[in-house]
Nanobody, 125 residues
């Protein structure tokens, strides 16, 4: 079992930045690939970014590529999502998720085993 807690969300103006953190507890963090997903009101959950257990491989949704950066610190059991040049369309609840299968790194939410409770990100225009 892995327990995930997101933090770092908030209200920011368009063009601003936020850094989300997801702290994991329970099983060995480095055994898990990690992902970030988001869900806006009235929309389906969508993939944002993912990082392999070692940090050596990362994926991004086209909508955030070049603006968001995912990283992890296995010593601190934490994964981060640095979000720059935020846009109003980035407004959503952001969730981190853990995948116990190291390979392949997935963009599909259904492949992830554990989820955090989410943190709200609101970008004003």
């Amino acid at each position: 079992q892995v327990h995930l807690v997101e933090s770092g969300g908030g209200l920011v103006q368009a063009g601003g930045s936020l850094r989300l953190s997801c702290a994991a507890s329970g099983r060995t963090f480095s055994n898990y690939a990690m992902g970030w997903f988001r869900q806006a009101p009235g929309k389906e959950r969508e993939f944002v970014s993912a990082i392999s257990w070692s940090g050596g491989t990362t994926y991004y949704a086209d909508s955030v590529k070049g603006r968001f950066t995912i990283s992890r610190d296995n010593a601190k059991n934490t994964v981060y999502l640095q979000m720059n040049s935020l846009k109003p369309e980035d407004t959503a609840v952001y969730y981190c998720a853990a995948d116990s299968k190291r390979y392949p790194l997935s963009r599909e939410g259904r492949k992830y085993d554990y989820w955090g409770q989410g943190t709200q990100v609101t970008v004003s225009s």
